[in-house]
Antibody, heavy 122, light 108 residues
Framework: EVQLVESGGGLVKPGGSLRLSCAGSGFSFSRFSMNWVRQAPGKGLEWVSSISGTSIFIYYADSVKGRFTVSRDNADNSLYLQMNSLRAEDTAVYYC???????????????WGQGTRVTVSS | SYVLTQPSSVSVAPGQTARIPCGGDNIGIKSVHWYQQKPGQAPVLVVYDDSDRPSGIPERFSGANSDNTATLTISRVEAGDEADYYCQVYDSGSDHRVFGGGTRLTVL
């Protein structure tokens, strides 16, 4: 069974840092591009970042560029999101989600984790 | 950046057909994908590439895309279809994925 499991969320003060992790299982992790998508309380979905299978292509939403860093460890089937200089508006549930392939031609998200909650508050 | 516009809510009686629009500039030349999200749950892909369905998604879910509007159609609506629905495209100019604001489907 294809599965994604996020971890690392929690309460952090404004200006602080947090590292999210996403463990993939049931598929050949390195052959798929991966994404982070977030959802603020009561709001819609917001794409945050994408990373290709070999980490050659990395993209960020303007709202997080320069503060967040996405990375992956294919040997460990893991995806990461390092979040620095956190702001109140970064408060959200963060989902990792898989592309169906490692190509921008296939740009939908076919598998999602259950999400991890990040709260930025003093 | 590319913008997708969805109505905040759509209501339909059980057994009827729900149509959820997603507007965007010349969206007809893009591939549109749709997600269903029930309260407290992660989103689920219900339509990809305008009109294809992942395995396990009922045939009642269909999609179309033309000109400036893509539409998710849910036929013979059931109480269990009540959820938030999001459209999504890939903006090749920025290499960003873009979501619409979401539409809450209420089954009366």
């Amino acid at each position: 069974e294809v599965q994604l499991v996020e971890s690392g969320g929690g309460l952090v003060k404004p200006g602080g840092s947090l590292r999210l992790s996403c463990a993939g299982s049931g598929f050949s992790f390195s052959r798929f591009s991966m994404n982070w998508v977030r959802q603020a309380p009561g709001k819609g979905l917001e794409w945050v970042s994408s990373i290709s299978g070999t980490s050659i292509f990395i993209y960020y939403a303007d709202s997080v560029k320069g503060r967040f860093t996405v990375s992956r460890d294919n040997a460990d089937n893991s995806l990461y999101l390092q979040m620095n200089s956190l702001r109140a508006e970064d408060t959200a549930v963060y989902y990792c989600a898989r592309d169906p392939a490692d190509s921008s031609q296939y740009n939908w998200l076919d598998t999602w984790g259950q999400g991890t909650r990040v709260t930025v508050s003093s | 950046s590319y913008v997708l516009t969805q109505p905040s809510s759509v209501s339909v009686a059980p057994g009827q057909t729900a149509r959820i629009p997603c507007g965007g500039d010349n969206i007809g030349i893009k591939s549109v994908h749709w997600y269903q999200q029930k309260p407290g749950q992660a989103p689920v892909l219900v339509v990809y590439d305008d009109s294809d369905r992942p395995s396990g998604i009922p045939e009642r879910f269909s999609g179309a895309n033309s000109d400036n509007t893509a539409t998710l159609t849910i036929s013979r609506v059931e109480a269990g279809d009540e959820a938030d629905y999001y459209c999504q495209v890939y903006d090749s100019g920025s290499d960003h994925r873009v979501f619409g604001g979401g539409t809450r489907l209420t089954v009366l």
